[in-house]
């Protein structure tokens, strides 16, 4: 029982590099979303899906993007990565038209941005 | 905008103590509210789950309650235990998808 997969689980890149971080679920759950961890800010929704090619921008969407091709796969997509974006991002998924059913978190990506 | 508030940021207990963590949130039109327990480096793992028509939901020595009107939520901890030292983040879902969560508590129960 895989759950929510996360890779890769640590990463380091430069000021104006691009780079996806990929978000997998096994558990056929409709509801996907990615957030950031800041220290003393709690998590912040970046984008959320309710399915396949549908995506919504949550709180914090600049310099993000996301795709659902799959019901099984959320990436998300920093364009040209800044300082700013350096933070622990946690992908979640739940069932969509279920709405009393818990999220699952997978286990984060630390990213650094030098 | 919905508003989470964790108080107290971070608790110290010793062995053995019950204790309350509080959650308390600003807009009352809430689907749901749930407790997350948080340890070092890791991700998030879902530990109640109270729907906005309960008031309270209990697993082992964890129980949640919710009063919706007042906006205010408690995880109560009973005979604390050195390995429920972690943070307890709680988190409202409001109509439609969105999720908005509290800061955390912090918690270091002492052998």
């Known amino acids: 029982n895989a759950g929510v997969t996360q890779t890769p689980k640590f990463q380091v890149l430069k000021t104006g590099q691009s780079m996806t971080l990929q978000c997998a679920q096994d558990?056929?759950?409709?509801?996907m979303s990615w957030y950031r961890q800041d220290p003393g800010m709690g998590l912040r929704l970046i984008h959320y899906?309710?399915?396949?090619?549908?995506?919504d921008q949550g709180e914090v969407p600049n310099g993000y993007n996301v795709s659902r091709s799959t019901t099984e796969d959320f990436p998300l997509r920093l364009l040209s990565a800044a300082p700013s974006q350096t933070s622990v991002y946690f992908c979640?998924?739940?069932?969509?038209?279920?709405?009393?059913?818990?999220?699952?978190f997978g286990d984060g990506t630390r990213l650094s941005i030098l | 905008k919905q508003e989470v508030t964790q108080i107290p940021a971070a608790l110290s207990v010793p062995e053995g103590e019950n204790l309350v963590l509080n959650c308390s949130f600003t807009d009352s039109a809430i689907y749901n509210l749930q407790w997350f327990r948080q340890d070092p480096g890791k991700g998030l793992t879902s530990l109640l789950l109270i729907q906005s028509s309960q008031r309270e939901q209990t697993s082992g020595r964890l129980n949640a309650s919710l009063d919706k009107s007042s906006g205010r939520s408690t995880l109560y901890i009973a005979a604390s235990q050195p390995g429920d030292s972690a943070t307890y983040l709680c988190a409202v879902r409001r109509t439609g998808n969105q999720f908005y969560f509290g800061t955390g508590t912090s918690l270091t129960v002492i052998p």
């Open positions: 979640a998924s739940s069932y969509s038209n279920v709405r009393n059913q818990p999220q699952h």
């Open positions: 899906s309710v399915g396949a090619g549908i995506t």
């Open positions: 558990m056929n759950h409709e509801y």
